[in-house]
């Protein structure tokens, strides 16, 4: 018996819902490691190329002091700081290409940046005594190369301790000893890094031609690149103008391609893995509150629907449970989203609030309130940048480049959010007002106000009226369903063999060639749909049609599961997952976690994968030395369309061939019929 629940077995299907939980581990660390990495190494080369102090003459402030000579153990430790992180970036690198094992890379990696980062701690601590800054203290400050050193360190130190976390998992067999990056995560590193360089070596130029100091100029890249534009760093040279022209435009074309790939990634795995995540629990909770007593399940916190096998089919029964399983996820979706949503606008407010807060300590000299500063850094967090308020203390000019670098990739994650929930209702109401006043629908203006007030009491936007009598008649619509789908395949010309095949008399081998006609077709028909943005989802109907080709009939009971959700859960103990029973047969429930609406494909892609495998396996059966494997009768037949309405089904073998043909031109009439109106 064909398994049309997840293509692994129960415990890879237990593995795949544990790898989830360890998401963050696996994926999301090294990810972060990755792109933090060079980074963390740009911000140790900004640190050591300047030096850490400076001398503030009378009616200066610390922006236009005088360098003091670094002493040489300082440039020394810094230079081996930045020797220990370089290794580690590059054993990271060189195990995420396969270049180098994970044993021995991780090791080197973690313990690099660990040396990187206690080192410049160690800097940093001696740099902000008194006896390091020379007296008077009102004459001498800390240039942004210690700023930069600050926060190396932090950055070093994290992303190592990031790193340990993905060994444990490895080692604890969460997952394999290796990195699960997808080309676009590998991708965004590479832009990240070439970002950095890019960034540094622009710097170097137009400190150059400028006259600027290195470290000014690096903050003014990050300004236009970003293009926040400041004003207060612009070129004035002739040579420096002309350079911007590459310049600018080449560096924002590498923003744009990082923010992409930050968009990319999120649609690509975050999603996919906090959905799924998000499905399950949900799913286990409402598999946990069936209500023997009132016959009813409880779906939301305010939704209950009704639950019962009394008095139902099998098919029936399967519907019951399918149409379940839709408003979970429905319901764990919206629950994604909007949790998506909380944590992406939290993270931005604390990045907009806790910039504030730094802002205005830096800048004190200058006379920023907190309320100035918070001005200050949501103009430059939306890029606007008018210019009137500038941070000019070297503490300042530091953090706004590292905050501002933050800020990318936190407001595209706040948009791509965004755009899935608080975007998307208003354009959906938007285009309900249009439909009721300057564009109104096909149907009218009472059909539109209708399906809206629905739409409203239901509480999302599910449309589909399929089965209003709640699947009474389940078996007939889905017979219906069937013998609709195969009578538009009759009309094919290919199918002219088979009928000549038939009217010899070998009904099996006409059926046998239907089936296999009838897949490829079906085949092509899912591949239009494997694309289709967003992922398309099928009816009851429609499933129990594609599970019938694949061998799997939704009216027989022996291959089916019922979940044990009709008896409360022991405190403590875990809800029947309506997984596969032990043994050859298995059995599976549209609400367990063999669901084929549980897995990590879309459900295009889940039946492409399914019938493609059926179509494998049936041409192996026409190449094998079997007679009996080889006659074996398909799952549909072409007489189905005589029994139209009889709900017969299976393969029959002596339909008359004249009743036949009077079925076959009923439904070419049918067709031509269907295509003149």
């Known amino acids: 018996m064909n398994d049309p629940g997840l293509d692994e077995p129960v415990e890879k299907a237990a593995q795949d819902v544990n790898l989830n939980r360890w998401w963050f581990a696996s994926t999301a660390c090294p990810l972060i490691a990755g792109t933090f990495g060079p980074i963390a190494n740009a911000f140790s080369i900004c640190a050591l190329v300047t030096k850490w102090r400076v001398y503030i003459p009378p009616g200066k402030d610390e922006a236009h002091g005088q360098k003091i000579q670094d002493p040489k153990w300082l440039i020394a430790i810094n230079a081996v700081s930045l020797a220990f992180a370089l290794i580690a970036n590059m054993a990271l690198l060189l195990n995420m290409t396969s270049r180098l094992s994970f044993t021995i890379a991780q090791p080197i990696t973690i313990v690099g940046w660990y040396m990187a980062s206690f080192l410049l701690i160690a800097l940093v601590s001696v740099a902000s005594t008194s006896a390091f800054r020379l007296p008077p203290a009102s004459a001498h400050a800390l240039s942004q190369a210690y700023y930069y050193a600050v926060i190396a360190s932090g950055l070093y130190f994290i992303v190592s301790s990031l790193m340990i976390l993905t060994v444990v998992g490895a080692y604890r067999g969460h997952y394999r000893k290796a990195f699960r990056l997808t080309p676009s995560q590998r991708t965004l590193m590479l832009q990240t890094i070439s970002f950095v360089v890019y960034l540094l070596l622009g710097a170097l130029v137009f400190s150059t031609v400028e006259g600027w100091d290195f470290l000014d100029a690096v903050y003014w890249a990050d300004v236009t690149l970003l293009t926040v534009g400041l004003g207060d760093f612009s070129p004035s040279t002739h040579a420096g103008r002309s350079l911007l022209f590459p310049f600018a435009f080449g560096g924002i074309v590498m923003v744009g391609l990082v923010i992409g790939s930050i968009r990319s990634l999120i649609l690509e795995r975050g999603k996919q893995k906090m959905a799924a995540r998000f499905l399950e629990t949900k799913r286990q909770k409402v598999v946990s509150t069936v209500d023997d007593d009132k016959r009813t399940i409880t779906v939301g916190r305010w939704t209950k629907t009704s639950f019962s096998e009394k008095g139902l089919t099998e098919s029936q029964r399967r519907e019951q449970e399918f149409r379940v399983m839709r408003q979970i996820q429905e319901k764990a979706e919206r629950s994604r989203k909007y949790t998506a949503l909380a944590i992406s606008t939290t993270a931005s407010l604390l990045l907009w609030f806790l910039g504030a807060l730094v802002f205005w300590y830096s800048e004190q000299p200058q006379g920023w309130t907190y309320f100035m500063s918070m001005y200050f850094a949501y103009f430059s967090l939306l890029t606007i940048g008018y210019g009137d308020l500038t941070p000019i203390s070297n503490s300042g000019k530091t953090f706004f480049v590292f905050w501002t670098l933050l800020a990318v990739p936190m407001l595209t994650i706040l948009i791509s959010n965004m755009g899935d929930t608080v975007i998307k209702s208003f354009k959906d109401l938007t285009m309900w007002i249009g439909s009721l006043t300057v564009l109104p629908g096909e149907q009218g203006l009472g059909s539109t106000l209708k399906v809206g007030l629905q739409r409203l009491k239901l509480g999302n936007l599910n449309t589909d009226n399929e089965g209003a009598d709640k699947g009474l008649t389940a078996r007939g619509a889905a017979e219906q369903t069937k013998l609709d789908r195969l009578a538009r395949h009759v009309e094919e010309d290919e199918l002219e063999e088979a009928e000549e095949v038939g009217e010899h008399g070998d009904y099996l081998e006409r059926d046998i060639r239907f089936y296999h006609f009838v897949l490829a077709k079906e085949i092509r028909q899912l591949l239009k749909d494997v694309g289709t943005t967003p992922p398309k989802q099928y009816t009851y109907h429609e499933w ?86 080889r006659r074996e009768p398909p799952p549909i037949s072409m007489s189905d369309l005589k029994n139209k309405g009889k709900g017969s089904s299976g393969s029959e073998s002596t339909a008359p061939e004249t009743e036949l043909k009077g079925e076959i031109e009923s439904a070419h009439d049918r067709e031509k019929g269907k295509k003149d109106e």
């Open 544 to 629: 129990s049609y594609y599970l019938r080709l694949i061998g799997q009939d939704e009216d027989d009971a022996e291959s089916h599961r019922k979940p044990n959700v009709h008896h409360r859960r022991r405190q403590g103990s875990e809800p029947d997952l309506g997984i596969a029973d032990e043994g050859e047969n298995l059995k599976w429930s549209w609400l367990g976690i063999r669901s084929p609406l549980m897995g990590s494909k879309t459900e295009a892609q889940w039946l492409l994968q399914r019938l493609m495998a059926t179509l494998e396996m049936e041409m192996m059966k026409l190449r094998s030395s079997d007679e009996s494997l």
